[in-house]
C-alpha cells in the first residue's frame, strides 16, 4: 500500500541513550518532515528535507539531526536523548511544499526515563 | 507569527447530530488550509484540502470551508456517526515548507 513508513511505533529509552527514527514514502513525494506530537499542542515541525540532498532546521530543531538518505528516506536521530524529547514523532511527506497537502506515517511514540 | 486555534478542544454529541468544528488563524496570507483526522494512537488522514483560491470542499458526509480575509474555516460533519469520534486537526500553509497545525479537537459520538 502507498504511504509513509515508521519504525519503529514504540521505544523507551533512558536519558543520554541515542536512537534513530526511521522513514520511507513509496509516492515518489519530493520533501520529507518531521514532527512531534505533545499533548495539547499543535503538531512542530523539527526537520524538514524540501528535496533529496538537502534539509533544513524547523521550529523545534534542538536535540536532534536529520539525514536525507536518498529521495525515499528521510531519518531522524535523537543523539543523547532527554525527557523533553518524550513525546510522539510523525513522519510526513508532500509532493512538492505541501501545496497539495500532506501524507503522515502512523507515528512513533517515544519515552524518555 | 501565524497561529491555529481550534476551539472547542473537546466536543460531545449524540449520534445523527449536524455539527461544525472552527479553525483560526491569524494572517490571512495562506496558500491553503487542510483538515485532517487523527484516531487514537493513529497517525493523521487527510480529509479535506482547500487552496486559497476556493472557498469550500466537500467530500461525502463532510464540508469544509475556507474565508481568508475573516481568518477562518469550518468543518461540517453532516448526521454524525459514532465511527466519526476521532480528533479533528485544522492546518495552515504559510509557504516556504511551514503549515502551522492547530492543537486539534476531539469529538466524541455518542450512540
Known amino acids: 500500500n502507498a504511504g509513509v513508513t515508521q519504525t519503529p511505533k514504540f521505544q523507551v529509552l533512558k536519558t543520554g541513550q541515542s536512537m534513530t527514527l526511521q522513514c520511507a514514502q513509496d509516492?515518489?513525494?519530493?520533501?520529507m518532515y518531521w514532527y512531534r506530537q505533545d499533548p495539547g499542542m499543535g503538531l512542530r515541525l523539527i526537520y524538514y528535507?524540501?528535496?533529496?540532498?538537502?534539509?533544513d532546521k524547523g521550529e523545534v530543531p534542538n536535540g536532534y539531526n536529520v539525514s536525507r538518505l536518498n529521495k525515499r528516506e528521510f531519518s531522524l536521530r535523537l543523539e543523547s536523548a532527554a525527557p523533553s524529547q518524550t513525546s510522539v514523532y510523525f513522519c510526513?511527506?508532500?509532493?512538492?511544499?505541501?501545496?497539495?497537502?500532506?501524507?503522515f506515517g502512523s507515528g512513533t511514540r517515544l519515552t524518555v526515563v | 507569527k501565524q497561529e491555529v486555534t481550534q476551539i472547542p478542544a473537546a466536543l460531545s454529541v449524540p449520534e445523527g447530530e449536524n455539527l461544525v468544528l472552527n479553525c483560526s488563524f491569524t494572517?490571512?496570507?495562506?496558500?491553503?488550509l487542510q483538515w485532517f483526522r487523527q484516531d487514537p494512537g493513529k497517525g493523521l488522514t487527510s480529509l479535506l484540502l482547500?487552496?486559497?483560491?476556493?472557498r469550500e470542499q466537500t467530500s461525502g458526509r463532510l464540508n469544509a470551508s475556507l474565508d481568508k480575509s475573516s481568518g477562518r474555516s469550518t468543518l461540517y460533519i453532516a448526521a454524525s456517526q459514532p465511527g466519526d469520534s476521532a480528533t479533528y486537526l485544522c492546518?495552515?500553509?504559510?509557504?516556504?515548507?511551514?503549515?502551522?497545525f492547530g492543537a486539534g479537537t476531539r469529538l466524541f459520538v455518542k450512540a
Open positions: 492546518a495552515a500553509d504559510t509557504g516556504g515548507f511551514k503549515t502551522i
Open positions: 509516492m515518489n513525494h519530493n520533501s
Open positions: 510526513a511527506s508532500s509532493e512538492l511544499d505541501g501545496t497539495y497537502g500532506y501524507t
Open positions: 528535507s524540501a528535496s533529496e540532498g538537502t534539509t
Open positions: 494572517d490571512s496570507a495562506i496558500y491553503n
Open positions: 482547500i487552496q486559497s483560491s476556493q
